[in-house]
């Protein structure tokens, strides 16, 4: 940029004199020929870094169209790629997608042919993929990729001179993580591209408080420091109103040189946040279905009873404990002096900080740091008795304090590495045991090798949640970070009622703790034609005083501003998104083995019905016939909940003769595209 900058004051300098608008037309003339010499350079560059590259497929455009209605986003990746080879090559489609995306819409243009996946039931999915390998189709896949990412990639071959257009829609609920919401999109083409186009509408009718853009971020780690604080200046945010804002990059090629030669920008992020009251939420509906939104801004700020649960057996050695003991070390400084707390360590035996909870208070956490600073790795996984010890800590304390009025938060960070010695199905029946009661287990699995079906479990039955840990030079940070959304209580025990018969099919009512900075959601459906309004109640318990607000709803649909840049039937797909993940979460705890079979059966219909990849379900795209030329059917699928941007493969479809029936005289292949379990 600076090099930029220099020759154009250079040629300025050299601008001749001439009267004040010739001037002007003149400078514009060195400016404009400055600029097409730059861009062909530029261009020139690229070409020369594909022949490099084995003469791989032009990636002509590719253009990400972001839709964010009520926080339920829609994203639409469309990438075209030409053949300028005198040979067929194999033309690859690369993405990497949130992991709690999903995908539900492929499809590729080859040939003017049209083929659009179908998402079927894995089983029946993977026969069908299994068969069409064993005749020599080619395959794409869904595999582990980035950190918090799933990569999806899929290859087909094209003649000399052809194009071919990928077009991927994945779709995902947005969370509120210490009051931001987050939309990120990988840009990793793999290769300079002249036309990269990205478009975010976001669309709250609760209205926009902030929006931000920070720089294009090329690491995953995590940074404790304010460098994803600098905004991208590159990015135009163009307010419609206060409950309206498009998001527009486009960047060029010299910004894309300044960023990486291979092509690998990284991830372009738009974090925002709500304005939020204090009552009871913020009610949404559209088409027979409603989202209620429960973020309200209290602040009152519940006192904490936390026992840090440290696995510190023989595989936790070398970087794992000394990063688990450092973020432990900041941590515990971060403990309000009217917070309790206490340490407790497992490997084959137990071992215990302080016989009691204790305050917060400086000299507690000085003998706290001084304590986890003789902390070193040592035997097995004796993780039960922990559990077991550390649940009676807190039941004794909130025993000790039953008669004070203040309430409070009581849980247990757990954090291993590993499998516990007597197994997770003991682990489980023995915490269940210990009644816990409203004590939540937050679990921390550290590094590759933990069992994260038994955390996720052993979390979900007792009111936490799971995270995993990447073993990492930012440890420390996601540590921390994960410590920070759980650091504030707000609300426990909070409970969501509606009038009977007005709604149902509901997703979870029921939340053991609200956290700052987070946000509660329920949705559901609205039932019978005659309903005009219902009543929404919440009930939690704070600090001093019980939580109870409640409000009438009128059932009319929320007013969009601009439906052509909304996710019209964001709360009817909201609802099946939070549903099939609310089952498959209970079908994950229960020990019923029947009552699993029927929340299974029930979030496939939901996955079929809505055309979503889930672990339930697989993506499969045929591209059929043979190199006689044989007639094939392609395959077409129609959910019935088509999206906005895939208009165009309706109107394709209509006519029918290019889709339905076509003859191709290729190699067949085959698509198969299976979320991760």
């Avoid at 097409?36 to 990636?59: F, G, T």
């Avoid at 179908?118 to 990729?145: C, F, I, P």
């Avoid at 109107?651 to 085959?670: C, H, N, P, Y």
Wanted: glycine share 6%; net charge negative; with cysteine.
């Amino acid at each position: 940029m600076l090099l930029g900058r220099v020759i154009f004051c250079s040629m300025l300098a050299m601008v001749p004199m001439v009267p004040g608008g010739e001037l002007a037309a003149s400078m514009m003339g060195y400016v404009e020929k400055y600029s097409a010499h730059q861009h062909e350079k530029l261009s020139s560059h690229v070409r020369h870094r594909r022949d490099e590259d084995n003469n791989i497929p032009e990636i002509t455009a590719l253009s990400v169209e972001s839709y964010v209605t009520s926080r339920y986003s829609k994203t639409v990746v469309e990438c075209t790629l030409i053949n300028t080879e005198d040979l067929s090559q194999e033309a690859v489609f690369e993405l990497d997608l949130p992991e709690t995306a999903f995908i539900s819409n492929f499809s590729m243009l080859v040939e003017d042919v049209l083929y659009v996946g179908e998402v079927k039931e894995r089983e029946e999915a993977q026969r069908e993929y299994t068969e069409a390998v064993s005749r020599g189709n080619t395959a794409g896949t869904v595999t582990a990729s980035a950190r918090g990412y799933n990569k999806f990639r899929v290859s087909v071959n094209i003649a000399s001179g052809d194009e071919v257009l990928f077009t991927m829609v994945y779709e995902e609920l947005l969370v509120r993580v210490q009051g931001l919401y987050e939309l990120t999109v990988s840009l990793r083409p793999g290769q300079l591209v002249d036309n990269i186009t990205v478009n975010v509408y976001i669309t709250e009718p609760q209205g926009i408080s902030d929006v931000n853009i920070p720089e294009i971020k090329q690491s995953n780690l995590i940074t404790s420091d304010d460098s994803d604080l600098v905004e991208l200046d590159s990015a135009e945010v163009t307010w419609y109103d206060d409950t309206t804002v498009h998001i527009s990059y486009s960047p060029s090629l010299e910004e894309q040189l300044d960023l990486s030669e291979e092509g690998a920008l990284g991830e372009f992020t738009v974090r925002y946040d709500v304005i939020h009251d204090t009552g009871a939420g913020n009610i949404q509906i559209g088409g027979g279905y409603f989202v209620h939104y429960f973020s309200p801004a209290l602040t009152e700020v519940m006192r904490k009873n936390v026992v840090f649960l440290i696995d510190h057996s023989g595989s936790m050695g070398g970087d794992k404990m000394t990063r688990t003991l450092e973020a432990l070390h900041y941590i515990v400084g971060d403990v309000r002096s009217y917070d309790h707390f206490n340490i407790v360590l497992f490997e084959s035996s137990i071992t215990v900080w302080s016989t009691e909870m204790v305050s917060g208070s400086v000299t507690n956490i000085a003998d706290a740091r001084s304590y986890i600073a003789t902390v070193s790795e040592a035997g097995g996984t004796n993780m039960v008795d922990g559990l077991q010890t550390s649940i009676d800590l807190l039941k004794d304390y909130e025993l000790s304090v039953a008669n004070e009025v203040e309430a409070s938060s009581s849980m247990i960070i757990l954090l291993t590495d590993g499998l516990p010695n007597d197994g997770p199905d003991n682990v489980m029946t023995q915490v269940s045991a210990a009644e816990p009661g409203d004590i939540s287990i937050f679990t921390l699995a550290f590094g590759d090798d933990s069992d994260l079906d038994f955390l996720t479990k052993l979390a979900l039955n007792h009111g936490g949640s799971m995270r995993k840990i990447y073993n990492d030079l930012d440890s420390v940070d996601q540590l921390m970070g994960f410590y920070s959304e759980v650091a504030t209580p707000l609300l426990k025990d909070v409970e969501m009622f509606y009038t009977p018969d007005a709604v149902g099919n509901l997703t979870e009512t029921h939340f053991a703790n609200y956290f700052n900075g987070s946000e509660l959601i329920v949705a559901g459906r609205i039932m019978g034609g005659d309903t005009e309004e219902f009543n929404v109640f919440v009930a939690g318990s704070g600090a001093s005083d019980d939580f109870a607000h409640s409000f009438d709803v009128s059932t009319d649909d929320t007013v969009l501003p601009d439906p052509s840049r909304s996710v019209v039937d964001f709360a009817q797909r909201l609802w099946a998104y939070t549903m099939i993940s609310d089952l498959l979460n209970k079908q994950q705890t229960t020990s019923d083995d029947d009552y699993a079979s029927l929340l299974e059966e029930q979030a496939l219909a939901l996955a079929l019905e809505y055309n979503f990849v889930t672990p339930l379900t697989s993506l499969i795209v045929v591209k059929p016939g043979d190199s006689n030329g044989t007639e094939g059917e392609s395959v077409f699928y129609d959910s019935g909940h088509e999206m906005d941007s895939f208009d165009r493969i309706s109107k394709q479809s209509a006519g029918g003769a290019d889709i339905a029936r076509v003859t191709i005289a290729t190699a067949l292949f085959t698509v198969l595209v299976q979320a991760l379990v």
